[in-house]
């Protein structure tokens, strides 16, 4: 007798488990197909050349309006539109060293707020490890004629002598082309204004040891005013001015001219292809609190669609009762980081708890308070909110290399049923 009922025991854990696995599993293929769709080529990087941005949103309010999502006032469709400056490389990108040509992404990186530029010029070095004060930099500085290409040596150590901040040096220089060599990883970024000068960053491998000529080609345009949407919709509850909001960006850096482009696989294809999977998820399974879904646009360029939605809300923040925000999903091998976990002890707590009774990740990290992705502007109007993150993974980071393949989904579905069941705690 006993005997039997162990072997039920076993038989129904063994059921139970492969259960769990199958939930897995389609959880897995569902984040999947969303990340290889909004990671394509087609997407152009979901930034503000050719229209991938657009072609993202559409993408994403297909998705809710299919499942039946609706928008969130009576008065206005799902997409939430704002403006803002962006400057742009949407076509020529070609810088050779010394005859041999580089390759856009991977040797180099033009500096987000660069000037076009199209000149072949000989090269002169320029080795600012002595300058040290501010006034020996305005001295420096009117030596910088536009007669060369200059390769800047040494910008760290005068940065730091001076108190300059490095990413400030691009719009402290005059018109004409610079050349700063890379030591560490080359990482994009977007900005909202042209400078006089064009930066060229160069990964320190790419660049040979005796440089004499560079031929530089690049296109820049401001675009003065880039419309962006974000998408808001909701399933209402039988509670409907109680809301649940989960949040992820959907933008990401675009194209560096014509031939290159980031895929944002990680940043932020996954956490917007969980936020995609808890809509279908709560589409099927309505719930007592209205459940609100926003992807952002703008996050890139600075926290801009979240901070226009926080300043034009499209229904009142103080129905919030959880804001969980989704940025970079890919891998939670080492689990996930809670940034505002010691903002709000007790929901993380029972987040905790969540997870060790059912084992949905390894290990959960708590942090503080952090300006770093769009659960910010609502945590600082008063709005409970997380942002989570997962650990894992190879690093690629704002760089050509943030791929769909490379995105593993380890223990990702175990984030979607953590959710979930946070989700409904909350609610009790
Ligand atoms: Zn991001």
Same mark, same amino acid.
């Given at each position: 007798?006993?005997?039997?009922?162990?072997?039920?025991?076993?038989?129904?854990?063994?059921?139970?488990?492969?259960?769990?696995?199958? +939930?897995?599993?389609?959880?897995?293929?569902?984040?999947?197909?969303?990340?290889?769709?909004?990671?394509?080529?087609?997407?152009?990087?979901?930034?503000?050349?050719?229209?991938?941005?657009?072609?993202?949103?559409?993408?994403?309010?297909?998705?809710?309006?299919?499942?039946?999502?609706?928008?969130?006032?009576?008065?206005?469709?799902?997409?939430?539109? #704002?403006?803002?400056?962006?400057?742009?490389?949407?076509?020529?990108?070609?810088?050779?060293?010394?005859?041999?040509?580089?390759?856009?992404?991977?040797?180099?990186?033009?500096?987000?707020?660069?000037?076009?530029? +199209?000149?072949?010029?000989?090269?002169?070095?320029?080795?600012?490890?002595?300058?040290?004060?501010?006034?020996?930099?305005?001295?420096?500085?009117?030596?910088?004629?536009?007669?060369?290409?200059?390769?800047?040596?040494?910008? *760290?150590?005068?940065?730091?002598?001076?108190?300059?901040?490095?990413?400030?040096?691009?719009?402290?220089?005059?018109?004409?082309?610079?050349?700063?060599?890379?030591?560490?990883?080359?990482?994009?970024?977007?900005?909202?204004?042209?400078?006089?000068?064009?930066?060229?960053?160069?990964?320190?491998?790419?660049?040979?040891?005796?440089?004499?000529?560079?031929?530089?080609?690049?296109?820049?345009?401001?675009?003065?005013?880039?419309?962006?949407?974000?998408?808001?919709?909701?399933?209402?509850?039988?509670?409907?001015?109680?809301?649940?909001?989960?949040?992820?960006?959907?933008?990401?850096?675009?194209?560096?001219?014509?031939?290159?482009?980031?895929?944002?696989?990680? *940043? +932020?294809?996954?956490?917007?292809?969980?936020?995609?999977?808890?809509?279908?998820? #709560?589409?099927?399974?309505?719930?007592?609190?209205?459940?609100?879904?926003?992807?952002?646009?703008?996050?890139?360029?600075?926290?801009?669609?979240?901070?226009?939605?926080?300043? +034009?809300?499209?229904?009142?923040?103080?129905?919030?009762?959880?804001?969980?925000?989704?940025?970079?999903?890919?891998?939670?091998? *080492?689990?996930?980081?809670?940034?505002?976990?010691?903002?709000?002890?007790?929901?993380?707590?029972?987040?905790?708890?969540?997870?060790?009774?059912?084992?949905?990740?390894?290990?959960?990290?708590?942090?503080?308070?952090?300006?770093?992705?769009?659960?910010?502007?609502?945590?600082?109007?008063?709005?409970?909110?997380?942002?989570?993150?997962?650990?894992?993974?190879?690093?690629?980071?704002?760089?050509?290399?943030?791929?769909?393949?490379?995105?593993?989904?380890?223990?990702?579905?175990?984030?979607?049923?953590?959710?979930?069941?946070?989700?409904?705690?909350?609610?009790?």
């Amino acid at each position: 007798m006993f005997h039997r009922i162990f072997l039920l025991l076993v038989a129904s854990l063994l059921a139970l488990a492969s259960h769990a696995q199958t +939930n897995a599993d389609s959880i897995a293929k569902i984040l999947r197909n969303h990340i290889f769709r909004l990671s394509s080529q087609g997407m152009m990087g979901r930034g503000y050349v050719g229209n991938g941005q657009k072609k993202a949103a559409e993408y994403i309010s297909c998705h809710f309006t299919n499942l039946g999502l609706t928008s969130v006032t009576a008065f206005t469709d799902m997409q939430q539109y #704002y403006s803002f400056p962006v400057n742009t490389f949407p076509s020529k990108m070609n810088v050779t060293i010394n005859g041999k040509q580089l390759l856009p992404g991977q040797d180099y990186l033009v500096d987000a707020a660069s000037a076009p530029y +199209n000149y072949r010029k000989s090269i002169a070095v320029k080795d600012l490890s002595s300058v040290s004060t501010t006034h020996q930099w305005r001295h420096t500085k009117a030596t910088l004629s536009d007669t060369c290409i200059w390769l800047l040596l040494h910008t *760290d150590s005068m940065c730091l002598n001076t108190g300059i901040p490095s990413h400030q040096l691009p719009s402290l220089l005059p018109s004409g082309c610079y050349i700063i060599p890379q030591k560490n990883k080359l990482m994009w970024t977007i900005a909202d204004h042209t400078n006089a000068a064009t930066v060229v960053y160069i990964a320190d491998t790419s660049l040979p040891a005796l440089t004499t000529a560079a031929s530089v080609d690049i296109s820049a345009k401001l675009n003065k005013k880039y419309t962006a949407s974000n998408i808001v919709a909701c399933i209402r509850g039988s509670l409907p001015d109680s809301f649940i909001v989960f949040s992820a960006h959907y933008d990401h850096l675009g194209k560096m001219g014509s031939n290159t482009f980031f895929p944002g696989a990680s *940043d +932020n294809a996954s956490g917007t292809a969980m936020l995609l999977y808890l809509a279908q998820y #709560y589409a099927a399974h309505p719930q007592r609190y209205t459940m609100v879904f926003i992807a952002f646009s703008g996050e890139e360029a600075g926290l801009l669609g979240s901070a226009h939605f926080v300043q +034009n809300p499209l229904f009142p923040l103080a129905n919030i009762k959880m804001l969980c925000n989704l940025d970079i999903m890919g891998d939670a091998t *080492d689990g996930v980081t809670v940034v505002n976990a010691t903002m709000h002890p007790k929901e993380y707590e029972l987040l905790t708890s969540l997870n060790n009774q059912h084992h949905f990740l390894p290990t959960i990290k708590s942090r503080g308070k952090a300006a770093n992705s769009d659960h910010y502007y609502f945590s600082e109007a008063g709005v409970p909110a997380f942002f989570l993150y997962s650990n894992g993974g190879k690093g690629y980071y704002h760089d050509i290399y943030d791929k769909p393949e490379a995105v593993t989904l380890q223990n990702i579905p175990g984030v979607a049923n953590l959710l979930i069941s946070f989700a409904t705690e909350i609610q009790k």
